[in-house]
Nanobody, 116 residues
Framework: QVQLVESGGGLVQPGGSLRLSCVAS????????MDWYRRAPGKEREMVAS???????DYVDSVQGRFTISRDNAKNTAYLQMDSLKPEDTAVYYC??????????WGQGTQVTVSS
């Protein structure tokens, strides 16, 4: 029913940019809050960015000023624009949806590798 499909991951050089997309289906998209999480090798999963139904955004300190989360309700899609990428950003990135504090769906993840 509820599905999230990520795309846009890949290999990029330090200082480069990448845009991740998350297409949702099986839900009334505009009623859900959307988040991006990541898990780096040997580290715990962390929330990178979030955007509410009212377009309020939040970011982890390490990506503040470099990443931008957005959503296009007409396309049922959430985005994560990543600029000035660093090797420390290397991780598997996951799209996540929630409503009223309850988790509803996770994407399968997309690999982002930042290396020269």
């Amino acid at each position: 029913q509820v599905q999230l499909v990520e795309s846009g991951g890949g290999l990029v050089q330090p200082g480069g940019s990448l845009r991740l997309s998350c297409v949702a289906s099986g839900m009334t998209f505009n009623l859900y809050n959307m988040d991006w999480y990541r898990r780096a090798p040997g580290k715990e999963r962390e929330m990178v960015a979030s955007i509410s139904t009212g377009y309020i955004t939040d970011y982890v300190d390490s990506v503040q000023g470099r990443f931008t989360i957005s959503r296009d309700n007409a396309k049922n899609t959430a985005y994560l624009q990543m600029d000035s990428l660093k090797p420390e950003d290397t991780a598997v990135y996951y799209c996540h949806s929630n409503i009223w504090g309850k988790s509803t769906a996770w994407g399968q993840g997309t690999q982002v590798t930042v290396s020269s």
